[in-house]
């Protein structure tokens, strides 16, 4: 079994009818192997796992599954620790959603991109390596600072106008008017892709505490595979996150006012993020329950433990933004259906935007048949 084996893959397949996108289907095939690898596992154990299975969002699944056997042990963390804990996952956050913006979605020269990219992969080594004494196990609050977050965000910000010639505060008003800069000339080339069939409002935003099935049932499974609030497939990315704040709420309202794509929307809204400062982020941890809940770069990721008498783990579950955001019937199947399109290239353009713009935290194989009446 390889690490690819476990990480999964989605498989979208598009039909286009007489010009127009007719059905797009998801399946995934993320891991149900994971729980199997995990069982029978020492809590310490398990968590050392999951941190070498994931490469995206490493940190923040360390810090998920650190936080979630922590809980079903009963141990009490510190809030130095917690706090620290989660400033490294939205300092995680911004790194990985500037490498997208700069290797999928801005048109900046290579050098610029690869300069870039080499200073934000070193400054934050530099910041995991300092955060070291936060990630152990049942951790007291002994050699926990705030100073490598605050130089974090410094070179950050220093890394990112450099790259781009305007500071992270520009960042939003620049894309909403379309300026002449890298980011403007991206949301205004984001607004050409064909328009939707209606008017299409982003899904209610992920809840901080979804109800989960009981443990180890097959509901758990279940809901893991094909999530659902209140009988809704939602959302969970930057763009909905930003619906739980009145600012946030604003700045969407302003986006779909000027018209702006629903892909761009979702762009602007990772721009929002990147020019916030790094502060402690949403991390959930309910005593004794064996579960953390936590906001991680690209949207709500949930992690579940239930250990047996021995202390070892019983059942693991895992539930990360890619099956909120790639629900079979969410939003990418939603928004496409009935969106007229001019040729295959069009629309191979038009799905990879979308795909990138919801982030799958997985390889995805894109297949589109063309027909015609």
């Not at 079903?72 to 963390?77: F, P, Y």
């Not at 530099?126 to 130089?151: I, T």
């Not at 959930?284 to 953390?292: D, K, L, P, R, T």
């Amino acid at each position: 079994m390889t690490i690819a084996t476990l990480a999964g893959q989605l498989l979208i397949r598009v039909q286009v009818l007489n010009g127009h996108i007719h059905t797009a289907s998801l399946q995934s095939s993320r891991p149900v192997m994971l729980p199997r690898i995990l069982k029978q596992l020492m809590p310490e154990v398990a968590v050392d796992r999951i941190r070498l299975l994931y490469s995206l969002c490493a940190n923040a699944q360390q810090v998920a599954a650190l936080c979630a056997c922590e809980s079903a042990l009963g141990l009490s963390i510190p809030p130095e620790v917690m706090a620290a804990r989660s400033k490294l996952v939205q300092a995680e956050t911004q790194k990985e959603q500037a490498w997208s913006l700069l290797h999928h979605w801005l048109a900046v020269p290579h050098g610029v991109k690869q300069q870039a990219s080499q200073k934000l992969t070193h400054a934050f080594l530099r910041l995991q390596q300092a955060s070291h004494p936060s990630l152990s196990f049942g951790k007291d609050a002994e050699g926990v600072s705030d100073a490598p977050f605050n130089q974090w965000q410094y070179e950050f910000q220093k890394i990112m106008q450099v790259a781009l010639s305007e500071p992270l505060e520009s960042f939003v008003a620049s894309a909403l008017d379309q300026k002449n800069t890298p980011v403007g000339g991206l949301i205004k080339q984001l607004n050409m892709h064909p328009s939707l069939v209606r008017h299409y409002v982003s899904g209610l935003p992920t809840p901080l505490s979804p109800h989960i099935p009981t443990p180890g049932s097959d509901d758990l499974l279940a809901f893991t595979q094909h999530p659902t609030f209140n009988g809704q497939c939602c959302e969970s990315t930057p763009l909905a996150r930003l619906y739980q704040n009145e600012s946030g709420q604003a700045l969407c309202k302003e986006a779909r006012f000027r018209q702006c794509h629903p892909i761009a929307q979702r762009v602007i809204a990772l721009l929002a993020e990147l020019s916030t400062p790094v502060s402690e982020s949403n991390c959930v941890v309910i005593a004794n329950s064996g579960s953390c809940e936590l906001e991680a770069a690209r949207g709500r990721l949930f992690h579940q433990v239930i250990l047996d008498r021995a202390g070892l783990v019983q059942s693991y579950s895992i539930l990360a933004p890619t099956e909120w955001n790639f629900h079979p019937e969410g939003i990418l199947t939603t928004a496409l259906q009935g969106v007229a399109v001019q040729s295959k290239t069009e629309t191979e353009a038009l799905l990879h935007d979308w795909i990138r713009a919801l982030d799958p935290c997985v390889d995805y194989v894109l297949t589109i048949e063309e027909e015609a009446a």
